[in-house]
């Protein structure tokens, strides 16, 4: 066992105990409530496996509250239908859904759909097409990853004929699939983000995630030339031999396209018109993948073993999820935010609405571990309230959780989307997609910026 694993390991055991001897020693609301945010933090910051750290954590606060053996199992059923679990259950639907597309080849037909209107004409017209190509299908998908995994075995034979280098293959699919990401409906953390705030998908749409979108698509337009232009004396071309053709359309993967498509615009517009609250895409998606199977070819028990395939593999997040519920329930009867606002609320009013929003939005960038829609929950868990008393709008709440669980996916340090979307397209210059990234980030934090100080007038 490494040094850095024997310390985090003392540290989460001293936790631990230091937790036990609490629960012993107070009684009543405390501000020792919070040392389990702070335990799950650290241990994930400095490199704990983020579900060892929730458990660590959920441990933490059982131990701070030690409840009866049957009230530590009340919270337990209890927060099997709480908010936070639903999200980890959407996150592995969605799953279950883009397996469903991805067998039936839809996924494959969207993107060649797009580049049929787009990729046969000028430059910058193939580079809106695969941008708005890799924003349709994570949109779609509600992953970033996952959807790009399919999008570029497609791409890169077309961007190797158009005569793109690798790094600005890289930088087009890597700007569009962050575009999709910010408006996807059923996103994990989008989902977590609406149920924060309280709002509905349009409403998220028009001020948070569709701001950034369209100034991705923007930027990409000028980024994406600049960088060909950058790279194309350097030997970064694809050999288009080695990447293969693209496949043809069959007849049931444009017959199941239509049905996804009918499938997901019906689900977005009834959610809309109905304001349907976070437990509708738990039955949006399951059927958007059986109709979208079935009309794909598939039997009704091949379409459930794609369900089941696509949502197994995220099991670990909707167990994730569900410990984190733990968590927040068991602080919550700790009850240390009511010390929180008494002892420092007037601080914090001084503060005043625009300084707490970016403060807390930067908090959230750089000092919050773990996946986006976890960070959402804590930072909102933490905050929420606060914030509402303070007068942060609830378009000023929308930003600051969308800005504090993606900022980080355009830097300004190199992760796992941006070496995903490099390994994807064959390129190894990660400084060419670390300027990406900063070429999004900059514009991206001043347009915000500027609609919080209008909002918070």
Same mark, same amino acid.
């Given at each position: 066992?490494?040094?850095?694993?024997?310390?985090?390991?003392?540290?989460?055991?001293?936790?631990?105990?230091?937790?036990?001897?609490?629960?012993?020693?107070?009684?009543?609301?405390?501000?020792?409530?919070?040392?389990?945010?702070?335990?799950?933090?650290?241990?994930?910051?400095?490199?704990?496996?983020?579900?060892?750290?929730?458990?660590?954590?959920?441990?933490?606060?059982?131990?701070?509250?030690?409840?009866?053996?049957?009230?530590?199992?009340?919270?337990?059923?209890?927060?099997?239908?709480?908010?936070?679990?639903?999200?980890?259950?959407?996150?592995?639907?969605?799953?279950?859904?883009?397996?469903?597309?991805?067998?039936?080849?839809?996924?494959?037909?969207?993107?060649?759909?797009?580049?049929?209107?787009?990729?046969?004409?000028?430059?910058?017209?193939?580079?809106?097409?695969?941008?708005?190509?890799?924003?349709?299908?994570?949109?779609?998908?509600?992953?970033?990853?996952?959807?790009?995994?399919?999008?570029?075995?497609?791409?890169?034979?077309?961007?190797?004929?158009?005569?793109?280098?690798?790094?600005?293959?890289?930088?087009?699919?890597?700007?569009?699939?962050?575009?999709?990401?910010?408006?996807?409906?059923?996103?994990?953390?989008?989902?977590?983000?609406?149920?924060?705030?309280?709002?509905?998908?349009?409403?998220?749409?028009?001020? &948070?995630?569709? /701001?950034? #979108?369209?100034?991705?698509?923007?930027? =990409?337009? %000028?980024? @994406? $030339?600049?960088?060909?232009?950058?790279?194309?004396?350097?030997?970064?071309?694809?050999?288009?031999?080695?990447?293969?053709?693209?496949?043809?359309?069959?007849?049931?993967?444009?017959?199941?396209?239509?049905?996804?498509?009918?499938?997901?615009?019906?689900?977005?517009?009834?959610?809309?018109?109905?304001?349907?609250?976070?437990?509708?895409?738990?039955?949006?998606?399951?059927?958007?993948?059986?109709?979208?199977?079935?009309?794909?070819?598939?039997?009704?028990?091949?379409?459930?073993?794609?369900?089941?395939?696509?949502?197994?593999?995220?099991?670990?997040?909707?167990?994730?999820?569900?410990?984190?519920?733990?968590?927040?329930?068991?602080?919550?009867?700790?009850?240390?935010?009511?010390?929180?606002?008494?002892?420092?609320?007037?601080?914090?009013?001084?503060? &005043?609405?625009? /300084?707490? #929003?970016?403060?807390?939005?930067?908090? =959230?960038? %750089?000092? @919050? $571990?773990?996946?986006?829609?976890?960070?959402?929950?804590?930072?909102?868990?933490?905050?929420?309230?606060?914030?509402?008393?303070?007068?942060?709008?609830?378009?000023?709440?929308?930003?600051?959780?969308?800005?504090?669980?993606?900022?980080?996916?355009?830097?300004?340090?190199?992760?796992?989307?941006?070496?995903?979307?490099?390994?994807?397209?064959?390129?190894?210059?990660?400084?060419?997609?670390?300027?990406?990234?900063?070429?999004?980030?900059?514009?991206?934090?001043?347009?915000?910026?500027?609609?919080?100080?209008?909002?918070?007038?």
């Amino acid at each position: 066992m490494c040094t850095k694993q024997r310390i985090l390991n003392t540290v989460a055991i001293g936790s631990l105990v230091l937790s036990l001897v609490l629960g012993t020693v107070v009684d009543g609301a405390t501000l020792w409530g919070l040392l389990p945010i702070g335990i799950y933090g650290a241990l994930a910051i400095f490199g704990m496996d983020v579900m060892v750290a929730t458990v660590v954590s959920v441990a933490s606060a059982m131990l701070i509250l030690l409840p009866a053996p049957t009230g530590a199992a009340d919270i337990l059923g209890e927060s099997i239908g709480d908010q936070v679990t639903m999200i980890g259950l959407i996150i592995m639907l969605g799953a279950g859904l883009a397996e469903v597309m991805r067998v039936t080849g839809v996924a494959g037909q969207i993107v060649r759909s797009v580049m049929r209107v787009a990729g046969d004409k000028s430059q910058l017209a193939f580079i809106l097409g695969t941008m708005v190509s890799c924003l349709i299908l994570v949109a779609a998908l509600g992953t970033l990853a996952g959807a790009l995994a399919v999008a570029a075995p497609l791409l890169l034979p077309m961007a190797a004929k158009k005569g793109f280098t690798r790094s600005a293959t890289a930088s087009m699919i890597f700007i569009g699939g962050c575009a999709g990401l910010a408006i996807a409906p059923f996103a994990g953390s989008n989902v977590a983000i609406m149920s924060a705030a309280e709002v509905g998908y349009l409403q998220y749409l028009l001020v &948070g995630g569709g /701001p950034l #979108a369209v100034l991705s698509l923007v930027m =990409g337009l %000028v980024v @994406v $030339p600049w960088m060909q232009r950058r790279t194309c004396h350097d030997d970064d071309f694809y050999n288009e031999h080695d990447l293969g053709l693209d496949e043809e359309d069959a007849p049931h993967q444009r017959r199941a396209t239509a049905v996804f498509l009918v499938g997901l615009l019906t689900s977005i517009v009834y959610a809309a018109v109905t304001s349907a609250g976070i437990t509708f895409p738990l039955l949006a998606l399951p059927v958007i993948a059986i109709l979208t199977g079935l009309a794909g070819g598939l039997t009704a028990e091949e379409t459930g073993k794609a369900i089941y395939r696509g949502a197994g593999a995220l099991i670990h997040i909707f167990l994730l999820f569900w410990l984190l519920a733990v968590m927040f329930v068991t602080i919550d009867l700790i009850d240390p935010f009511s010390i929180v606002v008494a002892s420092y609320g007037d601080s914090f009013q001084n503060l &005043g609405p625009f /300084p707490f #929003a970016i403060a807390i939005a930067l908090f =959230g960038w %750089v000092g @919050v $571990p773990g996946a986006a829609a976890a960070e959402v929950v804590l930072l909102n868990q933490i905050f929420g309230d606060m914030a509402a008393t303070i007068g942060v709008s609830v378009s000023s709440w929308i930003i600051v959780l969308l800005w504090a669980s993606k900022a980080d996916t355009y830097g300004p340090f190199p992760n796992a989307n941006m070496m995903g979307a490099m390994g994807l397209s064959r390129s190894f210059s990660l400084k060419n997609m670390l300027i990406t990234g900063w070429a999004l980030l900059i514009p991206a934090s001043v347009m915000y910026t500027i609609i919080m100080f209008i909002e918070t007038r």
